[in-house]
């Protein structure tokens, strides 16, 4: 009687060990961690959100945020980390735009971008009102042959620029090399509009008396006067 007790026992020890060991391998597979999803991340990473969906623009920049933070070594963080920036130029967090494309040369030298990630750092500083930091970066951009490409966006920034310091004859200098560089006359127009608007300000008269000596005909020479 006792030995049928002891083998019953020695059953119901197996069965129960399996049973654990069942549930158990169940168990790990259930709480084990997943990795972390980034559908929509190709989407992101094109310029194609439109400007007016401020939502999907959100929806963007916490993906990436995402992505980076878990992903920093990803072949696609360089293009990942430069789009992001992009995001937040665009919705206007300009502090964040720019710890972004400060850091981008250190953090991503391999990275393609290397020429318009420095554009967007200047236009970030100009945004977070630092003229003369940006004037720093975007002067040399302009004596950079690789940034040629971008010379619109580069004398337009190095102009607003010298506008926030008060400097009239620098800024129309550089409003003037925007202008020449421009083949499209929609982009003329608008940049003419810019230029009126900057000499209703009220400028003193020796900044006026330099413009004039500076521009004696032309479309620059009515906006002065």
């Known amino acids: 009687m006792m030995e049928r007790k002891a083998i019953l026992f020695f059953v119901c020890s197996l069965v ?3 049973l654990l060991n069942l549930f158990g391998c169940q168990g790990a597979k259930v709480v084990r961690r997943q990795p972390a999803s980034f559908e929509g991340l190709e989407k992101c990473l094109q310029p194609a959100v439109p400007s007016e969906d401020a939502d999907a623009k959100q929806r ?3 993906l990436l ?7 920093v070594d ?3 963080a360089g293009e990942a980390a430069f789009r992001l920036g992009q995001l937040y130029l665009e919705t206007g967090d300009y502090s964040a735009a720019y710890r972004i494309f400060q850091r981008y040369p250190e953090e991503h030298p391999e990275g393609r971008r290397q020429t318009k990630a420095r554009l967007y750092l200047g236009v970030s500083l100009y945004f977070l009102e630092n003229p003369t930091d940006s004037l720093d970066v975007l002067h040399a951009l302009a004596e950079d042959p690789d940034a040629v490409r ?3 966006e580069i004398f337009r920034y190095i102009a607003e620029n010298y506008v ?6 620098s800024a129309l200098t550089w409003y003037a090399r925007c202008y020449e560089s421009m083949e499209e006359d929609a982009g003329r127009e608008r940049l003419e509009d810019r230029i009126l608007e900057v000499m209703c300000v009220g400028w003193e008269p020796e900044a006026l008396q330099a413009a004039t ?3 004696q005909e032309g479309f620059f020479a009515e906006a002065i006067q």
């Open 65 to 71: 945020e995402r992505f980076l933070d878990e992903k």
């Open 16 to 18: 129960a060990l399996s």
């Open 74 to 76: 990803e072949p696609k």
């Open 213 to 215: 000596e500076l521009f």
């Open 60 to 62: 963007c920049v916490y």
């Open 150 to 152: 971008w010379e619109k």
């Open 164 to 169: 926030k310091l008060e400097r009239l004859p």
